[in-house]
Nanobody, 124 residues
Framework: QVHLVESGGGLVQAGGSLRLSCAASGLTFSSYAMGWFRQALGKEREFVAAISWSGGSTYYADSVKGRFTISRDNAKNTVYLQMNSLKPEDTAVYYC?????????????????WGQGTQVTVSS
């Protein structure tokens, strides 16, 4: 059974930083592209960042480009999202997801497994 468990969320002031982690189990992690999505209250889930199986390719939403960095450690079956210069509009539940694909994907429908999410709240 596949499990994706996010951690690292919390409350931070605007301009601050957080690092999210997502630990995967029950799948051959290095065979999956990984992604981060977020969903703010009352809004649809949106793409944040994605990374290829090797970490050699990454995609970012325009809203986070230059502030967020996605990375992965295949030896630890873990994907990370380093979030810097956080803004109140980054407040959302952040989800990691795994896609049975070698290359990054931006559409939620392309992902096969999802975590339960971790709350990130940025105060102004």
């Amino acid at each position: 059974q596949v499990h994706l468990v996010e951690s690292g969320g919390g409350l931070v002031q605007a301009g601050g930083s957080l690092r999210l982690s997502c630990a995967a189990s029950g799948l051959t992690f290095s065979s999956y592209a990984m992604g981060w999505f977020r969903q703010a209250l009352g809004k649809e889930r949106e793409f944040v960042a994605a990374i290829s199986w090797s970490g050699g390719s990454t995609y970012y939403a325009d809203s986070v480009k230059g502030r967020f960095t996605i990375s992965r450690d295949n030896a630890k079956n873990t994907v990370y999202l380093q979030m810097n210069s956080l803004k109140p509009e980054d407040t959302a539940v952040y989800y990691c997801a795994a896609a049975r694909s070698l290359m990054p994907r931006t559409a939620p429908s392309r992902y096969d497994y999802w975590g339960q999410g971790t709350q990130v709240t940025v105060s102004s």
